[in-house]
């Protein structure tokens, strides 16, 4: 077999299946032999990318659409915090024989102790959010359930307006970072 046969057999073009939650954005090593790879994006950051964490009801005017923008920017990095903790508190981490040696990626802090931590700054945001907007939170930005699905589930009033809902429980998460000095 020659090299460039073998090349174009090692080539991966895409997801087996590429459906409209995968982006071809992600980074990967030259040594990778690509530029590019393919990332499935979540719930969130498809709603995010489709701008619905806007509300385009308020839009009237440059300087509301303006505000509106900072505001969905706000939720959204409320929303990666939170998708951020949820995710290394969820980690497993290796055996319980020899956990100095865990470490958590660039931070040189024992993974167990990472962890702790990001389930403590959980619990301190559960106690200053409203149950309904703990657990929307939650099942979307740490579950990756469907927005749509969750706020009817968890507040059945909302059926019709299920992004206004989500939408607010993410200003509420906002406050709740802002407030505890996790916001960036």
């Not at 802090?109 to 309904?132: C, G, H, M, W, Y």
Request: proline share 2%.
């Amino acid at each position: 077999m020659t090299k460039p046969a073998q090349a174009e057999q090692d080539e991966v073009q895409g997801p087996a299946k590429v459906t409209e939650a995968h982006v071809l954005d992600r980074v990967l090593h030259t040594r990778a032999g690509s530029k590019l790879g393919w990332s499935k994006l979540t719930v969130f950051e498809q709603a995010h990318r489709n701008g619905k964490l806007i509300c385009k009801d308020l839009c009237k005017g440059d300087a509301a659409t303006k505000e509106q923008i900072g505001i969905a920017l706000d939720r959204y990095i409320a929303g990666k915090q939170f998708m951020e903790l949820w995710l290394i508190s969820q980690a497993s981490i290796g055996g319980s024989m020899d956990f100095s040696r865990v470490r958590c990626q660039g931070t040189g802090v024992p993974f167990s102790d990472t962890q702790f931590d990001a389930k403590t700054e959980l619990r301190a945001i559960e106690a200053a959010l409203s149950t309904n907007d703990y657990m929307i939170c939650r099942r979307v930005l740490g579950e990756n359930y469907a927005i749509a699905q969750t706020v009817t589930d968890i507040s059945p009033s909302y059926r019709d307006s299920t992004l206004a809902r989500f939408r607010e429980a993410l200003d509420a998460l906002s406050e709740v970072l802002d407030r505890t000095g996790r916001a960036a």
